[in-house]
Nanobody, 123 residues
Framework: VQLQAFGGGLVQAGGSLRLSCVASGRAFGNYVMGWFRQAPGKEREFVAAISRDGTSNGYADSVTDRFTISRDNAKSTVYLQMNSLNPGDTAVYYC?????????????????WGQGTQVTVSS
């Protein structure tokens, strides 16, 4: 599967953005999907993950109650709605996919990655 993330941009603190990640290829519904982010000088970190059918999800503590992950298997797309953004959310955001079952918070457990989209939050 090939993944393409988009929707990043520059936003003021307190604002919102919605990221999208479109998958090419077949059987998108067979993939567990995740979002990760990497800020300059920092390691890539888990943001959110969603199960194959969208009924289960998980979040990093830092984004709980602010970010929402969702998916539309008919459109082969996973979304990340980001609200109440703060400068600490500034990073390149990556979507990831894997065929194995279960929500995954470790980047090493994802086999497929998108190219990343930059999110910059100004104070």
């Amino acid at each position: 599967v090939q993944l393409q993330a988009f929707g990043g941009g520059l936003v003021q603190a307190g604002g919102s953005l919605r990221l999208s990640c479109v998958a090419s290829g077949r059987a998108f519904g067979n993939y567990v999907m995740g979002w990760f982010r990497q800020a300059p000088g920092k390691e890539r970190e888990f943001v959110a993950a969603i199960s194959r059918d969208g009924t289960s999800n998980g979040y990093a503590d830092s984004v709980t109650d602010r970010f929402t992950i969702s998916r539309d298997n008919a459109k082969s797309t996973v979304y990340l709605q980001m609200n109440s953004l703060n400068p600490g959310d500034t990073a390149v955001y990556y979507c990831a996919a894997d065929l194995s079952m279960g929500l995954k918070i470790d980047a090493r457990q994802y086999a497929y990655w998108g190219q990343g989209t930059q999110v910059t939050v100004s104070s």
